[in-house]
């Protein structure tokens, strides 16, 4: 049976990433059975990372978000390491790959500043073309989605996107422009261990792009062989947790099996 690899993040009362943890402060249930891990490692690990940016009308509007969000995702280039590999996809009237996947930081920001507005928000069907897009790269996976959130003309529906996204391991930091936060931003937060934010106003982007960026440097591996059956099919429910009160942990829900 194959190892099951689980990203987890671990945030104190301020949010902050809690450092120095061994293998032992954690414990892992596959549908609610415990579950020995066999597989630990904390630190600085190979990064490939989707930056999913909207870049339509609604965003280059009087409000001016996409160049807010285009300042933005400079700063978070800017955050990750030499090592770290980067893409960016443009979402407007056709869903772009901008940049492709590379540790070539001055061609992500090249690529950034050449978008400007175009076309509505496929945003569901953007978001699943990322995730694929990132899925095969190796290391740990993110997507950084930047977005006012409305989505226009996708032809999958919100529900079926949070469902490819659990079938997939790659954490989902989406950030909503605006004044509102659709609710699926935290649907796919929750769904593969990232994070949602709001930034209703310019100033509160930058903070979040650069804690998505410090939350990614600090992260735990935990890997494990399947206490089940091997012929056990379907979805498999994980859950995460360290035995400190004052600690959260935030990892994938869980996978599917063939």
């Avoid at 930056?51 to 978000?65: A, H, Q």
């Avoid at 978008?115 to 694929?132: E, R, S």
């Avoid at 930047?146 to 996107?161: E, F």
């Avoid at 959260?248 to 599917?256: C, K, M, N, P, S």
Wanted: net charge negative.
């Amino acid at each position: 049976m194959n190892l099951v690899e689980v990203y987890a993040t671990v945030t104190d009362r301020q949010g902050g990433p809690v450092t120095g943890l061994a293998a032992t402060d954690f414990a892992v249930s596959e549908d609610g059975t415990r579950q020995a891990i066999t597989a630990f490692a904390a630190g600085e690990f190979p990064l490939a990372v989707a930056i999913g940016l909207d870049r339509s009308f609604s965003m280059g509007d009087k409000s001016n978000r996409l160049g807010v969000a285009k300042s933005a995702a400079r700063t978070f280039v800017g955050a990750l390491r030499k090592s770290d590999q980067v893409m960016v996809v443009a979402i407007g009237g056709e869903i772009d790959v901008a940049a492709p996947l590379t540790a070539d930081h001055g061609a992500v920001l090249a690529a950034i500043d050449r978008l400007d507005a175009w076309g509505t928000t496929p945003l569901y069907d953007a978001a699943l073309a990322a995730l694929d897009a990132i899925q095969s790269a190796g290391g740990r996976r993110a997507l950084v989605l930047l977005s006012d959130g409305t989505d226009r003309y996708s032809d999958m529906a919100a529900a079926d996107l949070v469902d490819q996204a659990r079938r997939r391991d790659v954490l989902i930091y989406p950030i909503a422009l605006g004044r509102a936060r659709p609710p699926i931003f935290a649907e796919l937060a929750a769904a593969t261990g990232g994070r949602s934010f709001h930034a209703p106003e310019p100033r509160d982007l930058a903070p979040a792009m650069t804690a998505i960026a410090r939350e990614l440097r600090f992260q735990y591996l935990l890997g494990y062989v399947p206490s089940r059956a091997a012929s056990d099919a379907g979805w498999h429910a994980i859950d995460v947790t360290v035995d400190r009160p004052e600690m959260r942990v935030r990892a994938r829900e869980g996978y599917f099996t063939r």
